[in-house]
């Protein structure tokens, strides 16, 4: 943060120069039920003072600076944190570009470096495990003697627990990596989706009764490849449709490259090529497979189809 665009604010509100402002800290990839509980401690702590909250976030993620060869996959693309973020009833969202240069900036001196951005920060909160920092050397405890000299109040958000584990962005890569989305959803506290806009196909799925809607994966994480429950609806709009969809690279009529998002909408489909789609997953019904020509595969899609009716009639 140097006073100049590397500080970029995504959404703001007007209020007084001297509004004191409490900052949640941290990547918030997923922005899970863990990192919803340091935003409302934020959050308590504003209404408490009559101030404002925001978020200070990063992107890329550390490890893309740091081990670009194998760097931690985002559950949530930019524009999907974005979304999330808006929806926590934040007064402001802050984006920060993860440069060298702000990865260089000594742990002793971050605090002092955010309050000369933010003269009227008065709190900041993290969870208890973030770590911060040249080297990441800092901890809540370095950052709470930073904040009694700095008169900054700072809050150490004890991390959740669900089950025998604690909730990480990590647990819940794997689990969807596993095609666990039920228990990943668990975690996050709301249901995973992607976004992705209606490409024209091969219209394949026309010729076996099994139109769907072609959407090129967008995101960093793939989850399993496979047949899901999902719900569709256009990024404007806020009624969902019920289909299921295959996730994969289609090894029975055309194994590709890059996956690819393939929706058949168990109603009357409204959306044609072009329009941006968000997907919600919910069920993971069985893993890709490669059949024994197109008869059995349209066998398999009448059964995947009955399977997810079932699945919406029984929520």
Same mark, same amino acid.
């Given at each position: 943060?140097?006073?100049? $665009?590397?500080? +970029?604010?995504?959404?703001?509100?007007d209020y007084a120069a001297d509004c004191? /402002? @409490?900052?949640?800290?941290?990547?918030?990839?997923?922005?899970?039920?863990? @990192?919803?509980?340091?935003? +409302? &401690?934020? $959050?308590?702590a504003a209404r408490e003072s009559g101030g404002v909250c925001g978020t200070l976030t990063f992107w890329p993620h550390p490890s893309r600076l740091f081990r670009p060869a194998d760097p931690a996959r985002m559950i949530l693309s930019p524009e999907l944190k974005r979304?999330?973020?808006? $929806?926590?009833?934040?007064?402001?969202?802050?984006?920060?570009?993860?440069?060298?240069?702000?990865?260089?900036?000594?742990?002793?001196?971050?605090?002092?470096?955010?309050?000369?951005?933010?003269? !009227?920060?008065?709190?900041?909160?993290?969870?208890?495990?973030?770590?911060f920092g040249r080297g990441r050397t800092g901890d809540m405890g370095e950052l709470e003697l930073q904040g009694d000299l700095?008169?900054?109040?700072?809050?150490?958000?004890?991390?959740?627990? &669900?089950g025998a584990e604690r909730v990480s962005s990590t647990r819940i890569r794997n689990l969807l990596t596993l095609g666990q989305i039920g228990e990943a959803n668990?975690?996050?506290?709301?249901? =995973?989706?992607s976004i992705g806009t209606v490409t024209q196909g091969k219209r394949m799925g026309r010729t076996i009764d099994a139109p769907t809607l072609n959407l090129p994966f967008e995101g960093d994480l793939r989850?399993?490849?496979? /047949?899901?429950?999902?719900?569709?609806?256009?990024?404007?709009?806020? @009624?969902? =449709?019920?289909?299921?969809?295959?996730?994969?690279?289609?090894?029975?009529?055309?194994?590709?490259?890059?996956?690819?998002l393939e929706a058949f909408l168990l109603d009357e489909c409204p959306f044609d090529?072009?329009?941006?789609?968000?997907? /919600?997953?919910?069920?993971?019904?069985?893993?890709?497979?490669?059949?024994?020509?197109?008869d059995e595969l349209k066998r398999q899609i009448a059964k995947d189809v009955d399977q997810a009716? !079932?699945?919406?009639?029984g929520r």
């Amino acid at each position: 943060m140097s006073g100049t $665009k590397q500080f +970029e604010c995504l959404r703001t509100v007007d209020y007084a120069a001297d509004c004191p /402002v @409490h900052l949640a800290i941290g990547m918030f990839d997923g922005l899970h039920r863990g @990192h919803q509980r340091v935003i +409302e &401690s934020a $959050k308590e702590a504003a209404r408490e003072s009559g101030g404002v909250c925001g978020t200070l976030t990063f992107w890329p993620h550390p490890s893309r600076l740091f081990r670009p060869a194998d760097p931690a996959r985002m559950i949530l693309s930019p524009e999907l944190k974005r979304l999330e973020l808006a $929806k926590l009833g934040l007064d402001f969202i802050v984006e920060e570009p993860f440069t060298r240069e702000f990865a260089a900036i000594e742990a002793s001196e971050f605090l002092a470096h955010l309050k000369s951005e933010l003269p !009227a920060i008065q709190s900041v909160h993290a969870g208890e495990n973030w770590q911060f920092g040249r080297g990441r050397t800092g901890d809540m405890g370095e950052l709470e003697l930073q904040g009694d000299l700095l008169g900054v109040g700072v809050e150490s958000v004890p991390c959740l627990d &669900s089950g025998a584990e604690r909730v990480s962005s990590t647990r819940i890569r794997n689990l969807l990596t596993l095609g666990q989305i039920g228990e990943a959803n668990e975690l996050l506290g709301y249901d =995973y989706y992607s976004i992705g806009t209606v490409t024209q196909g091969k219209r394949m799925g026309r010729t076996i009764d099994a139109p769907t809607l072609n959407l090129p994966f967008e995101g960093d994480l793939r989850p399993a490849y496979g /047949v899901y429950a999902v719900s569709v609806s256009d990024v404007s709009l806020d @009624h969902q =449709y019920r289909a299921v969809a295959n996730f994969g690279i289609r090894p029975t009529v055309e194994q590709t490259d890059k996956p690819l998002l393939e929706a058949f909408l168990l109603d009357e489909c409204p959306f044609d090529y072009g329009h941006r789609l968000q997907v /919600v997953w919910h069920s993971f019904l069985r893993q890709e497979e490669k059949f024994n020509g197109i008869d059995e595969l349209k066998r398999q899609i009448a059964k995947d189809v009955d399977q997810a009716r !079932a699945f919406f009639d029984g929520r």
